[in-house]
């Protein structure tokens, strides 16, 4: 047997050395990643209602394809129109890991979603409960005088209880530079007092956290969003807000079109700006979409990459979830 192998191994030498090189360019990865024009979900199979009423046309999230930064993916990004490198430092805060930024992004899905059935639902005067709200920390800055530590939830500030990132900043606002804020957060199910410095900095009083909002929610439409593993981050909740508010009302706002957008949405249906518009309305087109929705800080540019490609496609932009409707309606 040794001697088979050994045989083998001469006689296929070159071959096999091109295999191993090859598995480890393919494998070994750079400190990079790649972004590209990404695809399109259709809301249709992700959202549930009582109503659920039918559509004509579609509803879409775009999203952006990211490809892992190995040699060979690397190099073709040279010759593959929109394909472009971003170094992994980049996408990440200061002192801040991939895991965490993924655990962030994965969080701020989970945010969306709930902005998106808020909005849609304070929009049609519908009921539903908040049960809990969840202030969970997704960033501590180097500089921050703490004990909190990633994903605690804050329960309260000084004895008072916050329901949001702006009731937090409110707070922190009040007081004066080395003030020492109290807290009430809960980590790992139990409860703990801890404390956190106020510190100024050239945008205002800060404390050096980040947080974001996830809600426990209860709603007589019975409204539910299905979401896969590998999805992440905020700017699919305008286009949630949009699927949820059309699944609950008799007329079709989509009038047969197939419309795939993009922009992140809080519980008061105000559209925020996003990143990767360009990857996003490529895919757009790609998917043959009619329409475009982005936020109005994302205007310009979609504009100008429909301009420099001469994409027969309408871009719609807002402020909010209202007047997107209103701009759909019209059309």
Known sequence: MYE?????????????????????????ELPYVIY???????????????SNYDSDGKLQMAYVSMVRGSIPFLLASYVIPNWDIEAKADLTLENETMEDMLKKDKLYMQESIDNATI???????????????????????????????????I????????????????????????????????????????TIKVFKTEYGLKTGISIVNNYDLKTKDNVKIKSKLSESGPSGGLMMALG??????????????????????????????????????IGAVRNKADIFICPKENEKEAKKVAKENNYDIIILTADNLAEIIQK???I
Do not use: C
């Open 4 to 28: 088979k192998v050994k045989k083998f191994i001469l006689d296929n030498l070159v071959f096999l050395i091109v295999l191993v090189i090859l598995n480890l360019l393919f494998w070994v």
């Open 36 to 50: 590209a024009p990404g695809g399109a979900i259709n809301l249709e199979n992700r959202i549930e209602t009582k």
């Open 119 to 153: 909005s849609a639902l304070n929009l049609l005067n519908h009921d539903y409960e908040i049960q809990k709200i969840h202030n969970i920390v997704i960033y501590i800055a180097p500089e921050a005088k703490t004990d909190l530590k990633l994903y605690d939830e």
């Open 155 to 194: 329960i309260k500030v000084d004895n008072q209880e916050i329901h949001s990132l702006d009731e937090y900043k409110k707070i922190v606002e009040s007081h004066k530079v080395g003030d020492i804020l109290n807290l009430v957060v809960e980590r790992k199910g139990k409860e703990k007092n801890l």
């Open 244 to 281: 949820i508010y059309n699944s609950l009302t008799e007329e079709d706002i989509t009038k047969g079109k197939n419309i795939i957008g993009t922009g992140t949405i809080d519980v008061n249906g105000n559209i925020g700006e996003i990143g990767g518009v360009k990857y996003k309305l």
């Open 328 to 330: 759909l309606e019209n």
